[in-house]
């Protein structure tokens, strides 16, 4: 017996295009929402890197090299309790905000899209009625959801892991296999690109202190074009840590386009030496205006270009001044006082205020608002790429070669940066710390408090000057004289350290 023909062909097949607009509407939607976690900074794309700068062991390379495996592993349980509740969310919210807005839209366009290829289907056709939380939409938003978050977040943490691996090859460093590894590692920390120079300071702290020959190497490494391998790498470890200080200098500083800038009013005209031009045309000679419409003219003309060349200080205000004793009577007999009053810029511009601020304070003003902590990041440490951990790398690469220099350095070609180091260390440490005591907050920043002035960026860096100087105190207190490091830095070095 044949199958009975379907009696609506038309409804099965527009019913699955609606299954089809229907996911990819739960995708964009999913997709604005992730993408807004990413701009607001809940989602970080260098998860691992960020693990790192606020681990306490940041302060000595690690031995223990993990696997990429390893780290994807012990972050899956977060990552299957943010699905789960993620996708259960949009379950719940996808079929309503679906039913309510984009349904009939996308009825319309799978509509027009049928009849295009002159598919036979009535114009009275309408949309049949489906709960908002019908079976099949409550499945579909939780199935679409659960798959979209499991391919972006687990692709983003797969990236972050081996992005995030140590540079080592092998066991050894990546310089390790270069013809010159010294230059190699030198012209990386020189780089332009933020990736390279990251990576080249990641390795350089972990020579400093797990690669005792690759230590020695640089000591010994003195007949070098641009001076000597300890020169050029403290140079350019110093200019990192110096860029701190240099930034929050600049910081408040007009730039030196705006200081030579000078107002126009301010210059004083040159006295006139000649007769005053002519108003007239100089290609041609207009003929005098005879009739009445030609005069008409010419005096609307002339008038209209004085107005236009200086409006305000010639003829007073645009209105004239019967237009403007005409506005402020009605004002005054058709608003009360009260609303005068509210119609002043001054009150216009609280009132404004006010509503921005309850904006700004919702979660639709969240991604305006500059935090705090943003602020001083940007400031410190750089924009748009912050350069904190090149900068730390560079404080525990600076501390390690100095106090390993007691026994490695045959030369002595250390001793004489002892005290730059120090020093460098100690005005960076006050300046950082006083410039996060007084950075006013940005006026987007309508939820900040005092508490909140200690950020993580601000700590992890002033933590690791400080194990810095101790540890360069310890090792130096009893040579300080020998080496020329003055009384008063040793004294603010101790007090930083909280050595007595």
Same mark, same amino acid.
């Given at each position: 017996?044949?199958?009975?023909?379907?009696?609506?062909?038309?409804?099965?097949?527009?019913?699955?295009?609606?299954?089809?607009?229907?996911?990819?509407?739960?995708?964009?939607?999913?997709?604005?929402?992730?993408?807004?976690? !990413?701009?607001?900074?809940?989602?970080?794309?260098?998860?691992?890197?960020?693990?790192?700068? &606020?681990?306490?062991?940041?302060?000595?390379?690690?031995?223990?090299?993990?696997?990429?495996?390893?780290?994807?592993?012990?972050?899956?349980?977060?990552?299957?309790?943010?699905?789960?509740?993620?996708?259960?969310?949009?379950?719940?919210?996808?079929?309503?905000?679906? &039913?309510?807005?984009?349904?009939?839209?996308?009825?319309?366009?799978?509509?027009?899209?049928?009849?295009?290829?002159?598919?036979?289907?009535?114009?009275?056709?309408?949309?049949?009625? !489906?709960?908002?939380?019908?079976?099949?939409?409550?499945?579909?938003?939780?199935?679409?959801?659960?798959?979209?978050?499991?391919?972006?977040?687990?692709?983003?943490?797969?990236?972050?892991?081996?992005?995030?691996?140590?540079?080592?090859?092998?066991?050894?460093?990546?310089?390790?296999?270069?013809?010159?590894?010294?230059?190699?590692?030198?012209?990386?920390?020189?780089?332009?690109?933020?990736?390279?120079?990251?990576?080249?300071?990641?390795?350089?702290?972990?020579?400093?202190?797990?690669?005792?020959?690759?230590?020695?190497?640089?000591?010994? +490494?003195? +007949?070098?074009?641009?001076?000597?391998?300890?020169?050029?790498?403290?140079?350019?470890?110093?200019?990192?840590?110096?860029?701190?200080?240099?930034?929050?200098?600049?910081?408040?500083?007009?730039?030196?386009?705006?200081?030579?800038?000078?107002?126009?009013?301010?210059?004083?005209?040159? *006295?006139?030496?000649?007769?005053?031009?002519?108003?007239?045309?100089?290609?041609?000679?207009?003929?005098?205006?005879?009739?009445?419409?030609?005069?008409?003219?010419?005096?609307?003309?002339?008038?209209?270009?004085?107005?236009?060349?200086?409006?305000?200080?010639?003829?007073?205000?645009?209105?004239?001044?019967?237009?403007?004793?005409?506005?402020?009577?009605?004002?005054?007999?058709?608003?009360?006082?009260?609303?005068?009053?509210?119609? !002043?810029?001054?009150?216009?511009?609280?009132?404004?205020?006010?509503?921005?601020?309850?904006?700004?304070?919702?979660?639709?003003?969240?991604?305006?608002?500059?935090?705090?902590?943003?602020?001083?990041?940007?400031?410190?440490?750089?924009?748009?790429?912050?350069?904190?951990?090149?900068?730390?790398?560079?404080?525990?690469?600076?501390?390690?070669?100095?106090?390993?220099?007691?026994?490695?350095?045959?030369?002595?070609?250390?001793?004489?940066?002892?005290?730059?180091?120090?020093?460098?260390?100690?005005?960076?440490?006050?300046?950082?710390?006083?410039?996060?005591?007084?950075?006013? *907050?940005?006026?987007?920043?309508?939820?900040?408090?005092?508490?909140?002035?200690?950020?993580? +960026?601000?700590?992890?860096?002033?933590?690791?000057?400080?194990?810095?100087?101790?540890?360069?105190?310890?090792?130096?207190?009893?040579?300080?004289?020998?080496?020329?490091?003055?009384?008063?830095?040793?004294?603010?070095?101790?007090?930083?350290?909280?050595?007595?």
């Amino acid at each position: 017996m044949p199958p009975s023909p379907r009696s609506r062909p038309y409804r099965d097949l527009l019913t699955l295009i609606l299954h089809r607009w229907f996911t990819q509407a739960a995708g964009i939607c999913l997709l604005l929402c992730y993408l807004e976690a !990413i701009i607001i900074g809940d989602k970080s794309s260098q998860e691992f890197v960020s693990d790192r700068m &606020s681990d306490p062991s940041i302060q000595r390379v690690s031995n223990e090299i993990t696997h990429p495996l390893e780290k994807i592993k012990s972050k899956m349980p977060d990552l299957l309790r943010e699905l789960s509740l993620t996708s259960a969310g949009l379950s719940i919210t996808g079929p309503i905000l679906y &039913s309510l807005t984009l349904r009939r839209i996308a009825w319309r366009t799978s509509l027009a899209s049928a009849r295009f290829f002159r598919w036979d289907i009535p114009h009275t056709q309408e949309l049949s009625y !489906i709960p908002p939380y019908h079976y099949g939409l409550v499945l579909r938003s939780l199935l679409s959801g659960l798959l979209l978050l499991l391919i972006w977040r687990v692709s983003n943490i797969a990236f972050s892991a081996y992005v995030a691996q140590e540079p080592l090859k092998r066991g050894q460093p990546l310089t390790q296999d270069s013809n010159d590894p010294n230059g190699s590692l030198i012209n990386g920390l020189k780089a332009k690109k933020a990736t390279v120079k990251s990576f080249a300071y990641w390795e350089l702290a972990m020579i400093s202190q797990r690669f005792p020959e690759r230590r020695v190497a640089i000591f010994k +490494d003195i +007949d070098r074009l641009g001076g000597t391998a300890w020169s050029q790498i403290s140079a350019e470890c110093l200019r990192m840590v110096d860029g701190v200080t240099a930034r929050i200098s600049a910081h408040g500083q007009p730039p030196m386009q705006q200081q030579a800038l000078v107002r126009v009013e301010d210059l004083q005209p040159l *006295p006139r030496l000649g007769m005053p031009l002519k108003q007239e045309p100089i290609f041609m000679s207009t003929p005098q205006p005879s009739t009445r419409r030609e005069m008409v003219e010419a005096k609307v003309g002339t008038f209209v270009k004085s107005v236009g060349d200086n409006p305000v200080t010639s003829y007073g205000s645009p209105l004239g001044p019967k237009g403007t004793q005409y506005i402020e009577a009605a004002r005054e007999k058709l608003l009360t006082p009260e609303q005068r009053q509210a119609l !002043i810029p001054a009150n216009i511009r609280s009132q404004f205020y006010v509503y921005l601020t309850r904006f700004l304070r919702s979660w639709l003003g969240q991604p305006f608002r500059q935090t705090f902590a943003r602020r001083i990041r940007s400031i410190a440490f750089g924009q748009p790429f912050s350069e904190l951990i090149p900068t730390i790398n560079a404080v525990y690469s600076l501390t390690s070669l100095v106090t390993a220099s007691l026994k490695e350095d045959a030369y002595g070609k250390v001793a004489k940066d002892i005290p730059l180091v120090m020093r460098t260390f100690i005005v960076t440490y006050q300046t950082l710390d006083m410039f996060a005591g007084t950075l006013s *907050p940005h006026w987007t920043d309508v939820e900040f408090s005092d508490s909140q002035r200690q950020t993580e +960026d601000v700590m992890a860096m002033l933590g690791a000057l400080k194990r810095g100087l101790g540890d360069t105190v310890k090792a130096f207190s009893g040579l300080s004289a020998d080496l020329g490091i003055r009384d008063q830095d040793m004294r603010m070095a101790k007090a930083i350290a909280g050595i007595t």
